[in-house]
Each structure stands twice: as structure tokens, then as C-alpha cells.
Nanobody, 123 residues
């Protein structure tokens, strides 16, 4: 089993920045890909970014150039640096982890999910 704990959410004005962190514990040796999804009220959950154990990254088109995902394997932590935030980035952000071999897994291929952290961007 893997436990994921997110932190770093909050309220920020448009144009501001936040950094989300997700610490993994438990059977961390089994993790290949870690990622972030988000879900806004009334909308479907969507991929924000992911990073594989080899460092390959994937971003949603809406955040490319503004968000950066990184991974510190020594600390078993994945980060999401969010810059130039927009009101449409407001959502609950979920950290997740996949143990399969896919470099860019689909949502149903992630085995573990965190509880989520709220990000609110005011205009």
C-alpha cells in the first residue's frame, strides 16, 4: 500500500503562485508514475501533470508553460509549481501514483490517490 499526503493548497490572487507537495509513504518502491489531477465543481476530473520514475513529464495543454512538475525521489515527494494562476485553475487538486509500466497512464491506471487539496484563485 502507498499513502499520499498533499499540502500547499490555498487562496491566491490571479497571477500569483502556489507550490503543491505530495509525500508518499509505504510501498514506495512500487511507484512508477506520480501525477496531479484536478476537479472543479461541476466538471470532470482532469489530468494536470505527471512525471515518471525516469523523469518523463506530461502536461495538460491548459497549464503548459505555467505549471512545472518535479520529483524528489530521495524524499519520496512530488511537487507541482503553479505560476501565473488563473481563476479557471480553481479546483481540488489530487496527487496520485501508478505502479504499472505505462509512462503516461490514464486516470484508471493510477492505483493510489491522495485526499486532495483545495486551490482557489481569485480574480
Amino acid at each position: 500500500q502507498v499513502q499520499l499526503v498533499e499540502s500547499g493548497g490555498g487562496l491566491v490572487q490571479a497571477g500569483g503562485s502556489l507550490r503543491l507537495s505530495c509525500a508518499a509513504s509505504g510501498s514506495i518502491f512500487s511507484i512508477n508514475v506520480m501525477g496531479w489531477y484536478r476537479q472543479a465543481p461541476g466538471k470532470q476530473r482532469e489530468l494536470v501533470a505527471s512525471i515518471s520514475s525516469g523523469g518523463s513529464t506530461n502536461y495538460a495543454r491548459s497549464v503548459k508553460g505555467r505549471f512545472t512538475i518535479s520529483r524528489d525521489n530521495a524524499k519520496n515527494t512530488v511537487y507541482l509549481q503553479m505560476n501565473s494562476l488563473k481563476p479557471e485553475d480553481t479546483a481540488v487538486y489530487y496527487c496520485n501514483a501508478a505502479t504499472g509500466i505505462a509512462t503516461f497512464p490514464g486516470a484508471d491506471e493510477y492505483d493510489y490517490w491522495g485526499q486532495g487539496t483545495q486551490v482557489t484563485v481569485s480574480s
